[in-house]
């Protein structure tokens, strides 16, 4: 029986405010039985469903996701239907969206109101995309400077374009030379880096790209004329390119170049804008990374200068040093020696060892300063007195507040024995071991350089035997605190029982001796800057035919 047009339905989610009639609504209504057959269809429906009339089979009127919900509301048997108050169901009707309420009747037939939810399609589809694309460049930004290294920030800015914003992508960092370093990138696959000797101007917008300025708009770029080298391996045919620069900090980092494979759906102002935000953040942490990459090279060449020398037998006297700054993460410190050999054969070799006030690399960068005037004042190595006090002259005149101590040691070979002139300047008398394990102190005195108008000092003249060695350090050795209570001093005299200790070994194995002891009394505790040298005698037997700069000069 075909109910009145007038007749009203139950209420339910999408029915006509105001108990209006099936034909008074104004969105559309479809009544059908459970033969799947309509058996009313309102004005609005009939603009929606052109076919739509009483007596067609709904298959033949409606989209497929509507006849299948109307199948399983008037399924045979109740246990099979959905429940009461079930949710709508929702799909296309051409380019709209509509949302489907069903309201099954106690005869057997559904009404279903369809009400078009196509705004609230799109808005929800904008915010969905919205925040997947925040949640990308969020992802990106924290991969991106979670490295300061170039290339791997090249391999994950071209790895991630690929796979979230085309079918490939490239990363073209600044002309190397000739060449121009690429990072290329198919979805799904790992980056491959090369270097091509090409011209950007054979791509357009490339070259503007890598001078950082504003994209070309990607249908002005055709497609097929795009150079073989842009195109990865594993992509057949190009279908639309996106070029766009990677801003850095005052100097481009390079551009990024997405790329659609063929029969793909072409770039979008909305997807061209997107790949500028990523390309912001990627320019970014490329630029952080390449200017991390000079400041460390260029701190690199700086510490090399600093870094106190490697120590070797020079002359036919052994020497050894060893530092450990004041922090273990730093490379140079307060700190410092060096070993200067003589200008002619049989002349005296200059040792230096000295303490500039302070820690990290302000006191590193004033031991640069003293080590190089030193080295300036070798001509006057013979007086150690004169040399120190212009020393003294110079740190006064410069603006540098901060003074010195140190000790010049001048020693020289005489037949097995080497005659030793030591000179401190507010520094900690060397020590002398002798090969029997006795321990003796250098009376030498003076005081420190840079803090008075005038020094003085007392040089002093030691002779070591073979086997016998003279030990310079620090006070950060002496002073050390550390032990088994954690507050107690290293002390000279514990430096001289590890000493006598250390009875006729070689200079290297007196400097690990005595760096061991230090480091296991300090443990994991604060230190200051830690140097020693060591001067020792071999037991060696002359060769004067032997170059005077190697160990062949000396042999047992």
Known sequence: MVPSTETTPSPSPGSPPGGLSWSQAPYPVLLADAESVLVHVNEAARLVFPDARPGAALADAAPGWLVSAHARFTAPLPAQRPPAGSAPVQGPVGDRSYEAHPTP????????????????????????????????????????????????????????????????????????????????CLRGRGPSVFRAAVDPEDVPGLAEALQGFPPVPSRWIDPSAAPAWLVPDGMEAVGSIVITPLPGHGVPAGALVLLRAAGEKAFTEGEEVFARLFAARAGAAMSAARLYAEQASITDTLMRELLPPALHQVSGVEYAGGYRPSKDHERVGGDFYDVHPAADEGDASLVVLGDVCGKGLEAAVMTGKIRNTLHALLPMADDHHRMLSLLNTSLLNSENTRFATMVLASATRDGNAVRLRLTSAGHPAPLILRCDGRVEEVPTKGTLVGALPEITTETARVTLAPGDTCVLYTDGISEARGGPMGGAMFGEERLRRALSECAAMPAEAVVEHVQMLTSQWVGPGRHDDMAVVVISAPRTNHLSAVDGHTRGRFTA
């Open 105 to 184: 009747r106690g005869d057997g037939t559904v009404v279903w109101w369809l009400v078009d939810d196509t705004d609230h399609r799109l808005a929800r589809e904008a915010l969905w995309t919205e925040r997947e694309r925040t949640e990308f460049l969020v992802r990106s930004s924290n991969l991106l400077l979670s490295s300061l290294n170039l290339d791997r920030c090249m391999d994950v800015t071209a790895q991630m374009a690929a796979d979230h914003l085309a079918d490939a992508a490239l990363v073209i960092a600044p002309a190397a030379g000739a060449e121009l370093p690429i990072v290329s």
